[in-house]
């Protein structure tokens, strides 16, 4: 079974820094999903950033950024420039592209704190 | 983007009663969508898919005669506790999977407070 791991249960960053979370996954596929959400203290999940396992380059989404490495099964988030409304959980999320299982299989979370 | 609705945000109930929980896709068609229990400080926890016309698959541990699930239409899935009791109390997310243009994504609901008395 596929297993995602966040070994940084919280991390704190001043605000305007950069930040990186961490993210390993256990799996036998080639090809997945690998995906980070945020929840913010309004429980709503939001999407963050999604990544192609068969894509080499690192997914980007305007201060988001991840280091995806494969062969290491590693899948870190970065957050640049670090703003208040950054403080959230996130979770990092694996799913198969084949197979029918379209679930989600989440990590433990990471509480992020941003100081101002 | 796509919306998805619950309803309720939060429900008190006594403890023995039922309580329904609806899922919407307000703005697109969710041929599955996915009930997930939320602990405080916890991950999502999946409880369930649930297949448009056909029965819900459950994950291992979780009673599909307490937690029934009714996937009636393309836009609405429905989450009922049955004879609830305090160790039901927990936020109840539902996502719903969105395929179109060649995307394949899963967008939530904004939870439900289940708290039972």
């Known amino acids: 079974a596929q297993t995602v791991t966040q070994s940084q249960p919280e991390m704190s960053v001043q605000e305007a820094e950069t930040v990186t979370l961490s993210c390993t996954y256990d799996?036998?596929?080639?090809?997945?999903?690998l995906f980070w959400y945020k929840q913010p203290p309004s429980r709503q999940m939001i999407l963050v950033i999604r990544q192609e396992a068969y894509k080499q380059q690192n997914a980007t989404e305007n201060r988001f950024s991840v280091n995806f490495q494969k062969a290491a099964k590693s899948f870190s988030l970065k957050i640049s420039d670090s703003q208040l409304g950054d403080a959230a959980m996130y979770f990092c999320a694996y799913r198969r592209t084949q197979g029918g299982s379209e679930k989600l299989v989440f990590g433990k979370g990471t509480k992020l704190t941003v100081n101002p | 983007g796509a919306v998805v609705s619950q309803h309720p945000s939060r429900v008190i109930c006594k403890s023995g009663t039922s309580v329904k929980i609806e899922c919407r896709s307000l703005?697109?068609?969710?041929?599955?969508m996915f009930w997930y229990r939320q602990f405080p400080k916890k991950s999502l926890m999946l409880m369930a898919t649930?297949?448009?016309?056909?029965?819900?698959?459950?994950e291992q541990g979780v009673e599909k005669d307490k937690f029934l699930i009714n996937h009636a239409s393309l836009t609405l899935s429905t989450l009922t506790v049955t004879s609830a009791h305090p160790e039901d109390s927990s936020f109840y997310i539902c996502s719903a999977r969105k395929r179109a243009g060649g995307s394949d994504e899963q967008f939530f609901g904004p939870g439900t407070r289940l708290t039972v008395l």
């Open positions: 649930s297949n448009e016309g056909s029965k819900a698959t459950y």
């Open positions: 703005d697109f068609q969710a041929t599955t």
């Open positions: 799996t036998s596929e080639s090809d997945y999903y």
